[in-house]
Nanobody, 129 residues
Framework: QVQLVESGGGWVQPGGSLRLSCTAS????????MYWVRQAPGKGLEWVSS????????YYANSVRGRFTISRDNAKSILYLQMNRLKPEDTARYFC??????????????????????WGQGTQVAVSS
């Protein structure tokens, strides 16, 4: 079955860095656009970043552009999110997700889980001093 397993979250002080990983199995990883999305406490689902199947086109929410970098290793079926210069407002549970019915290139609209194909259990990121 489809499995997405995130890791790498934790607590970090403002200005710090974390690298999230997502190991995928059970589907054709290299054929799917992949996303990172997040959900802050008490808030809805927010799109963070997208990467195309080849990994050579990446897209970011305005709030993270210039600080976060999405990448993928299709040989290993792993998705990454390098997060630098973290801010308290980045505190959230981060999920990796596969492409759903429609490709998400960029959006400022709140996401629904039904916009995604599959997703993992998430990894918690907390940014505070």
């Amino acid at each position: 079955q489809v499995q997405l397993v995130e890791s790498g979250g934790g607590w970090v002080q403002p200005g710090g860095s974390l690298r999230l990983s997502c190991t995928a199995s059970g589907f054709a990883f290299s054929d799917s656009w992949m996303y990172w999305v997040r959900q802050a406490p008490g808030k809805g689902l927010e799109w963070v970043s997208s990467v195309n199947t080849g990994g050579d086109s990446t897209y970011y929410a305005n709030s993270v552009r210039g600080r976060f970098t999405i990448s993928r290793d299709n040989a290993k079926s792993i998705l990454y999110l390098q997060m630098n210069r973290l801010k308290p407002e980045d505190t959230a549970r981060y999920f990796c997700a596969s492409e759903g019915k429609d490709t998400i290139v960029f959006t400022t609209d709140p996401l629904q889980w039904t916009d995604l194909g599959a997703w993992g259990q998430g990894t918690q990121v907390a940014v505070s001093s």
